[in-house]
């Protein structure tokens, strides 16, 4: 079946611009998740949601950062005024459920590389 | 602070050979364990999860837990040169209402044919 997918793939974008990444998660998935990987670290937690509702925002770097969830499917997240400093690789995953257990399997998207110049 | 640590690598290993990685978590709490494996410039994929002591098997790949030593670990057996990527472990953490799979930093695996 489909995976995750994601978009754009890639996105350049002037300092202080406004951006919107979108994710699309496994049909049947309730829970999506976002990451951010910046060149050469290690996979940074932003958010997740469980429906429709975000229960853990505590990964959102800065109030720049948003994101939100409707009809329990597709999710966007946007960055207000970019920064260099957001310049990574956004990823987007899900799950069946949020739980411990086979159900938490995350599957991840290809990824949205955001460049800030 | 919920933490998982990993050995940065690089591990490099001869092809055909046995590829040991190895991965510890801080909260004694954890139920549920897995190795992705990322190539460069690509997303992690999920190749193993495991939620109870001891081992599990699939293909070529073995995970181990050992929740008293707070210790995971991925066995490759017979490596390949496309078995060369860098390999993340993730311990899911939840408590007051929140889950949130956290990642260590990853090893590097080369295999050499």
């Known amino acids: 079946g489909a995976g995750v997918s994601q978009s754009p793939s890639n996105k350049v974008t002037e300092k202080g611009k406004d951006v919107e990444l979108r994710c699309d998660p496994i049909?049947?998935?309730?829970?999506l998740y976002w990451y951010r990987q910046s060149l050469g670290q290690g996979l940074e937690f932003l958010i997740y949601?469980?429906?429709?509702?975000?229960?853990?925002k505590s990964g959102l770097p800065s109030d720049r950062f948003s994101a939100e969830r409707t009809g329990g499917s597709v999710s966007t997240l946007t960055i207000q005024r970019t920064q260099q400093e957001d310049s990574a690789v956004y990823l987007c995953?899900?799950?069946?459920?949020?739980?411990?257990?086979?159900?938490?399997?995350?599957?991840f998207g290809p990824g949205t590389r955001l460049t800030v110049t | 602070q919920k933490e998982v640590e990993q050995n940065s690598g690089p591990l490099s290993v001869p092809e055909g050979a046995i590829a040991s990685l190895n991965c510890t978590y801080s909260?004694?709490?954890?139920?549920?364990f897995f190795w992705y494996r990322q190539y460069s410039g690509k997303s992690p994929e999920l190749i193993m999860s495991?939620?109870?002591?001891g081992d599990k098997e699939d293909g070529r790949f073995t995970a181990q837990l050992n929740k008293a030593s707070q210790y995971v670990s991925l066995l490759i057996r017979d490596s390949q040169p496309s078995d060369s990527a860098t390999y993340l472990c993730?311990?899911?953490?939840?408590?007051?209402?929140?889950?949130?799979?956290?990642f260590g930093k990853g090893t590097k695996l080369s295999v050499i044919p």
């Open positions: 995953a899900s799950s069946l459920a949020v739980a411990q257990g086979p159900y938490s399997e995350q599957y």
């Open positions: 049909s049947g998935h309730t829970a």
């Open positions: 949601f469980q429906g429709n509702s975000a229960p853990d």
């Open positions: 909260d004694r709490g954890s139920q549920s």
């Open positions: 495991i939620y109870s002591n």
């Open positions: 993730a311990v899911l953490y939840s408590g007051a209402g929140s889950y949130q799979l956290t």
